[in-house]
């Protein structure tokens, strides 16, 4: 069954792209009943489902008579999607649907302006107009008897600048090369204009380097796998836990990428514990289903033999056969797998970097899935980025690296967030403090108290059994193991087997132990000499724990009265900031911060990274990467919105003037009805019931949203009536604006609309707009 069309309008109370299938759809073919909730009360009937010989109905939501081979439309209220095989019955949400349908659309895409740099008073700032300035406060002047915020900006020589908030989405954070302050700009000088002009031109030529690659993947015609069948339904169901709505979404991208004939090169980022593996399970079975092999790379032994066991155990009972290629087997058992490798009977193969040797020869590879990208060299990464070119590609990261990332946020590779906690996940409670015996002896006590396992890491082989040393001082009780990577495979897999059997207390060990290991008796981590480790290992030690119900700690410890680098406290302090679940995307954007952008790109690049900042370079080469690939970026038309109103954020209203920023930016970078409106749910949520300024900025970005989708370029009040242009009537629009004495002039496409006096003047526009815009979706559904 293929639901081609849904009903009339999308429901505006949530985010559809944000949804997808509970249960994979059925298989085709198979007749099937659909009912579809969560309609929007509209005037429109619902529209049929576009090739078949189905009927459509409206039925009360009591389903009084469902038959076979009739797609059946219910005005009710089911949250979730469900497929009943045995029955052949499928219930869809319209939500789901349309998920599903955009998934197959490819336009699922991450919105980088949610993923630029805050700032606040003090911080370096680049105004895309007139360069970098030190930003200095929000300031509120009055101008024509109307208050209004700015934000003032500090250029070279002491010139001032007074931005209106309204235009906040032209500043952002400046974040250049590592501990260079960047030199403020002259105002009214060609300066500014020779350095972005520069960076244009070196974000071309990188964005040529970077989509080169990309683009022969385009041109090669790429394997489409079939469409789930029952046994991937089966598999799927066999999942123990309930997915999240992210989950769920980046399922829907991933198999919609592998049925269409390009071949995928999708980034799925999600939080450590946040279900990525599954959805990678779900790639490789549905990869096989279709007689392709898979390779899975994981950056570590120990991982690799992990994923080993949990792909085994769930495809057993399918008869998809799973192998692992690792130093945890004999050189016999190795020559044996890569043999049937060859000959097309293992379907799925594991292992390290060692995947990459020119005697690993798959018969038939469909697919590679790549755990933690950042963690391989740069010889393999050559390696891969030649094996893109030939099959489809699935990259896992919980803290991509920033190039990763940044290539996502430029629209050349499809990336999917998964953002959502499992359900009764806690946040970890984090501890940054000097090393204390009183404190790790506590520590490693109350866990062991309640029957749980500690990961004490010590990273520095040569020291380690001083490190155990002083855990047996503090723990004397405590059953104490040792991993590293220097051990020998035989003593590092019983180490592995007798800590996850629960044999073990505390597990002295270096960052061996740092991606994806899974063990949910582990819930407290103690770091020692944590100053010493970058900011993506310490986010990646921290997810090894806190991966069950439980509450989990961690501590991340450094020496006694010790000199701390102010890189190495920025770290700190940004793994002590960002506690809250689901919070490595911010963590990379952090570690970009702290580490500098020059190590983004090349050594050509870091020149113009140092004169214009990440975030502008950024919108520069995701400008270029479209230019290149002669695509024409969305171009929402720049409102000019002038009217005789307050609007700003009372500083009684948000105290903190960071907060009023973030909050500034996010409305004027809200781009639909529904980000307006999580936006003033989090304000009376955070801060209360919204004072008429504040009340009157979010109208407003509500009106540019309206305002944009109708194509209007100015609204402004003349001689008491509205001033609307340019704006383009449909008929109903035209009676309504008639209705209400409105004057349409078709020539010059400007509407003059009357005010009222005892109504305040956005409700009267927002009205108008709506008005306007249905009448718009009217004609284009005509």
């Known amino acids: 069954l293929t639901f081609v069309d849904s009903t009339a309008r999308e429901a505006s109370t949530g985010d559809a792209d944000s949804r997808a299938l509970t249960r994979p759809q059925l298989h085709s073919g198979a007749p099937a009943d659909l009912a579809a909730s969560q ?45 009943i095989p045995s029955a052949k019955l499928g219930i869809l949400t319209l939500a789901d ?15 980088p302006t949610s993923l630029t740099f805050p700032y606040k008073p003090g911080d370096y700032v680049v105004h895309a107009t007139h ?21 003032y900006l500090e250029y070279a020589h002491g010139d001032k600048l007074f931005t209106p908030v309204e235009q906040i989405d032209k500043i952002t954070r400046y974040v250049g090369p590592e501990g260079t302050a960047p030199r403020l700009t002259r105002l009214n000088t060609s300066d500014w204009s020779r350095a972005t002009n520069k960076a244009r031109k070196a974000a071309r030529k990188l964005a040529f380097d970077l989509i080169d690659l990309y683009a022969r993947r385009s041109a090669v015609q790429g394997f489409a796998y079939q469409s789930d069948n029952d046994l991937q339904q089966q598999m799927e169901l066999l999942f123990p836990y309930e997915e999240t709505p992210d989950q769920l979404a980046a399922i829907a991208d991933v198999k919609a990428d592998m049925e269409s004939n390009k071949p995928m090169d999708r980034l799925i980022c999600g939080d450590v514990g946040f279900g990525k593996t599954e959805v990678a399970l779900r790639a490789a079975f549905k990869a096989a289903q279709s007689g392709k092999q898979v390779m899975l790379l994981s950056p570590t032994t120990i991982l690799a033999q992990q994923h080993f066991t949990t792909f085994d155990e769930r495809f057993s009972p399918f008869a998809v056969k799973v192998a692992v290629l690792s130093r945890f087997r004999t050189g016999a058992q190795q020559k044996q797998t890569l043999l049937e490798f060859s000959e097309g009977k293992v379907d799925v193969l594991i292992g390290t970097h060692r995947l990459l040797s020119s005697d690993v020869n798959p018969k038939d590879l469909g697919l590679i899935i790549i755990d933690e990208e950042q963690r391989f060299g740069v010889q393999h990464k050559e390696q891969l980025k030649n ?121 002295v060990a270096t960052t061996i132990i740092e991606s994806g290991l899974d063990n949910p008796h582990s819930n407290t981590l103690i770091i020692e000499d944590s100053q010493r480790l970058g900011l993506a290992q310490l986010y990646q030690l921290k997810g090894r724990v806190g991966r069950s119900h439980a509450q989990a700690y961690a501590y991340f410890l450094f020496p006694t009265h010790s000199s701390l680098t102010e890189t190495a406290v920025e770290r700190l302090t940004a793994i002590s900031e960002h506690q809250e679940l689901g919070s490595g995307m911010k963590i990379a954007m952090r570690d970009l911060e702290i580490r500098g952008a020059g190590s983004l790109m090349g050594a050509e690049q870091h020149g113009m990274l140092s004169a214009v900042g990440f975030d502008l370079f950024a919108a520069m080469l995701k400008e270029a990467v479209q230019a290149a690939r002669s695509e024409k970026p969305i171009a929402y038309p720049d409102v000019r919105i002038d009217l005789p109103v307050h609007f700003y954020l009372p500083e009684e209203y948000i105290p903190a003037a960071d907060e009023r920023v973030l909050f500034y930016r996010r409305l004027a970078a809200a781009s639909s009805l529904a980000d307006v409106q999580a936006i003033a749910d989090q304000l009376l949520h955070s801060y209360g019931a919204l004072p008429v300024p504040v009340q009157n900025l979010v109208d407003r970005a509500l009106v540019k949203v309206l305002a944009g989708e109708l194509g209007i370029h100015s609204i402004s009040i003349q001689r008491g009536k509205l001033n609307i242009e340019p704006v383009e009537l449909a008929t109903k629009a035209r009676s309504f604006v008639e209705a209400h004495k409105g004057i349409y002039m078709v020539k010059s496409q400007r509407l003059l609309y009357p005010l009222t006096k005892q109504v305040a003047v956005f409700t009267v526009l927002i009205e108008l707009l709506e008005h306007l815009l249905e009448g718009k979706q009217e004609n284009h559904d005509l």
């Open 39 to 83: 309609l929007e009360q509209s005037s429109a009937p619902p529209r049929a489902s576009q090739g078949a010989a189905h009927e459509d109905r409206l039925l009360s939501p009591r389903l009084p008579s469902l038959q076979s081979g009739i797609i059946t439309i219910v005005d009710s209220h089911v949250s979730t999607s469900l497929i």
């Open 97 to 111: 649907v349309s998920a599903r349908s955009a998934a197959r659309r490819g336009q699922r895409r991450v919105d």
């Open 131 to 151: 360069g970098i300035a030190l930003f200095k406060q929000i300031v509120r002047q009055e101008v024509v008897g109307l208050e209004r915020d700015y934000l």
């Open 387 to 507: 094996l893109r070119e030939q099959v489809d590609v699935l990259t896992l990261s919980a803290t991509p690296i920033p190039r990763t990332m940044q290539m996502a946020i430029s629209g050349v590779r499809d990336m999917s967030l998964i953002d959502t906690p499992p359900a009764s996940r806690t946040p970890i409670k984090v501890h940054v403090g000097e090393w204390d015996e009183d404190v790790v002896s506590g520590a490693i006590r109350r866990e062991m108290e309640r029957g749980g396992q500690v990961y004490y890491v010590s990273n520095r082989v040569k020291s380690i059994d001083a490190a155990v040393a002083r855990v047996q001082a503090v723990a004397p009780e405590a059953r104490i193991s040792i991993a590293h990577g220097q051990m020998s495979e035989r003593e590092l897999e019983k180490v592995m087997e007798g800590f996850a059997a629960n044999q073990v207390d505390v597990l």
